[in-house]
């Protein structure tokens, strides 16, 4: 049918209606999926709904809409991105570091507004998202434009890119009863950021290809989102989350609290740990809650952002040059910071991993001095072009191993070396291998030293058999004067041998023999996992324990067997397969179990009734559990659950991507709990 033909036809009005009802039932379910969390149809069915649309959409395509949930992807690539003023400027805001500046700010704010100094100020409080502030446009509801915040004056476009996100809608509806009318026109500010697993995904992706890392989530997210081509933003699983409004016609916010009530009403996505509290002295506990749960969002935060509440006070406070005097950004200590490389030491780790380690000039992160940091493996050092004298990035985040994120080059003066990677071992001396597909050299020599210390150690830690006062200075002296070759060596000392160490008198060596008797006596999880199989961490050992119940079942499980395991993959059941196989791990395990290793069921007594009395509800995605596992584990401890929020519930518990059900528990003054607080309530934290 030719171009001139389709224009001149009739559209069958059932055709623009179906249309219509393909187009709000698929916003409807994306904001179940996006913004509830709470799906009502599978994917599948999804899918088919977007399937017919397509296919109407070509069959009729003048009824294509620019806020079509079809036009997400599928944009030309772009020669370069049109410059868009902001009706309202998107001001950057002041830092402060500690609390003594944060209380500043609250004595700052009443004596411009000449108030008493007890009188107390109520303010919003969210995480400060490490991301990208973006204005979304909407006239009548639909998405008309998307820009960066630019220099806060001018941004650039990049409308195609933002319909890429499928957490932003492209048009706007009431999806509660109480929300109030969309207005004409209405510019919504968020931050566009990257969790921290497509983060990960990236970076390894890029190393891969040899191209350098992004520095953080931010420059991720910027880079993603100012792509040229959309399909490739679109590949890059941005999120937002909107935080306030800038130019708004037909409608009136009275406070900022009111904004982030009704944002989700229309569909738009905000962060579930926002709070309004009543004084500066509740900010500064918020920003401790936050701190302390930094580590458990599935995304980067740098601190906490403070806003008046009251909006009629933000036009009497007005701006400065270049920030508001209504808000503040508290943020955390840095998590990276430069400092300068000044050798690489190589490791030799219990499986004979080869691992470079950078040895930094001293630098502080977080409050912790680090002085040395992962490089990973030759390869990593190769793609960035890493060497010794460079000044670096360094990273630490929560209780991760410090790494060297990347060089900076502009620094460099001509006078840096080179990391040349060891051909042999540097403990014993043999030649190092590495196998097809891997990044790791290793020592083969089952022998090496270095190997047999860490093999000790891994052995006698808490989590595998506990063996309490076995450090690394018994592990080396126990090693160094040939009392240990193999772990099992271990069970068939006397306490007199251990006389002959170092500092050791009747008492402590009395202490250690005992405490190597009583590891005897362990459970089939925890002696799986102290074997130190390559890919069998403490869950997957347990993993295998629950499945197989018996060490011999394991020890001659094939591969089939071990990959019909939900969660156990060809590398690991490989490794598993071939550790077993080998003649000197079996006569290593004869021996341990003719020592007298045996094997107790984990106790399991009757749970007490904690949460007797207790009602839960669960909204967001838990990363330790199902919802269903967390609902049937507080139904154990006595307590009851529901799915919806009233006024008879105790917690909400909050998981990642939360929906409606957090927004009403602080509408009703219901107390909300992360996972992390969860855990804790329920005995279960790490």
């Not at 500064?284 to 008046?308: A, F, Q, S």
């Not at 089939?560 to 395990?589: C, H, Q, T, W």
């Amino acid at each position: 049918m030719s171009e001139e033909v389709k224009e001149k036809r009739e559209i069958p009005p059932e055709i623009i209606e179906r249309v219509k009802k393909l187009r709000e039932e698929i916003e409807y379910h994306n904001y179940r999926y996006y913004v509830l969390d709470s799906p009502v149809i599978s994917d599948a069915e999804y899918d088919a709904l977007m399937r017919e649309l397509r296919q109407l959409e070509e069959m009729y395509p003048e009824l294509i809409t620019p806020d079509s949930p079809t036009q997400r992807v599928g944009f030309k690539p772009a020669e370069g991105f049109k410059e868009v003023p902001h009706a309202e400027p998107m001001l950057s805001l002041d830092d402060a570091m500690n609390e003594d500046e944060v209380i500043e700010f609250d004595k700052r704010i009443k004596r411009f507004l000449g108030l008493p100094e007890e009188t107390p100020i109520e303010y919003t409080v969210e995480p400060k998202i490490d991301g990208l502030a973006v204005e979304l446009v909407y006239e009548n509801g639909s998405l008309i434009i998307g820009a960066t915040r630019g220099d806060g004056y001018v941004g650039e476009d990049v409308t195609n890119n933002i319909k890429t996100i499928p957490t932003i809608p492209l048009r706007l509806r009431k999806f509660t009863e109480d929300a109030p009318d969309i207005p004409p026109r209405i510019d919504v500010r968020g931050e566009v950021y990257m969790n921290k697993d497509e983060f990960k995904r990236i970076n390894e992706e890029r190393i891969h290809k040899g191209e350098l890392p992004f520095a953080n989530p931010r420059n991720a997210a910027a880079g993603s989102l100012r792509q040229l081509d959309p399909s490739v933003t679109a590949k890059r699983k941005l999120d937002i989350f909107c935080y306030g409004v800038g130019k708004v016609e037909g409608y009136t916010f009275r406070t900022q609290w009111e904004i982030l009530q009704i944002l989700p009403k229309w569909g738009l996505k905000v962060n579930p740990y926002v709070k309004l509290v009543k004084n500066i002295r509740e900010v500064i506990e918020y920003h401790h809650y936050i701190e302390r749960i930094r580590e458990t969002l599935p995304y980067e935060i740098d601190g906490i952002v403070i806003k008046v509440n009251d909006l009629s006070l933000w036009e009497k406070l007005g701006t400065k040059a270049r920030s508001p005097r209504y808000a503040l950004a508290y943020k955390f200590q840095p998590t990276q910071v430069t400092t300068q490389l000044i050798d690489v030491v190589f490791q030799v780790g219990r499986t004979g991993a080869v691992t470079p380690v950078a040895v930094l000039k001293p630098v502080q992160i977080g409050g912790v001095v680090v002085e040395r940091a992962t490089l990973h493996n030759e390869d990593f050092i190769k793609n960035l072009d890493i060497r010794i004298g460079d000044w670096v990035l360094v990273q630490r985040a929560g209780e991760v191993i410090p790494e060297i994120v990347m060089p900076i080059k502009e620094r460099r003066t001509g006078q840096e070396k080179e990391i040349v990677f060891p051909t042999h071992c540097p403990i014993c001396g043999t030649k190092l291998v590495k196998k097809p597909g891997e990044a790791i050299w290793r020592c083969p020599n089952k022998g090496c030293y270095a190997q047999a210390v860490r093999k000790l150690l891994h052995f006698a830690s808490r989590n595998a058999m506990n063996i309490e006062g076995l450090g690394e200075k018994v592990a080396r002296d126990l090693v160094d004067r040939g009392f240990v070759q193999n772990v099992a060596d271990l069970y068939y000392l006397k306490w007199e041998d251990f006389m002959k160490l170092p500092g050791f008198a009747y008492k402590k060596a009395k202490n250690l023999y005992e405490a190597i008797q009583k590891s005897k006596k362990t459970t089939l999880g925890r002696f799986i996992y102290a074997l130190g199989i390559r890919h069998v961490g403490e869950a997957m050992a347990q993993m295998l324990a629950e499945k197989f119940k018996s060490l011999d079942k394991l020890m001659n499980a094939s591969m089939a067997d071990l990959l019909s395991i939900p969660g156990v993959g060809y590398e690991v059941a490989k490794s598993i397969v071939e550790f077993f196989k080998n003649e000197e791990n079996r006569k290593m395990i004869q021996r341990m179990l003719s020592a007298g290793i045996t094997f107790v069921e984990e106790e399991k007594e009757e749970k007490p009734k904690i949460l007797e009395g207790l009602t839960f509800v669960f909204t967001g995605t838990l990363k330790s559990m199902t919802r269903d596992e967390a609902k049937e584990k507080v139904k154990e401890l006595g307590g009851k659950t529901t799915d919806s929020v009233s006024k008879n519930v105790d917690y909400v518990v909050v998981g990642e991507n939360p929906g409606s059900k957090y927004q009403k528990a602080l509408q009703l003054g219901v107390k909300t709990i992360n996972e992390e607080e969860f855990l804790k309530l329920i005995g279960e934290a790490k």
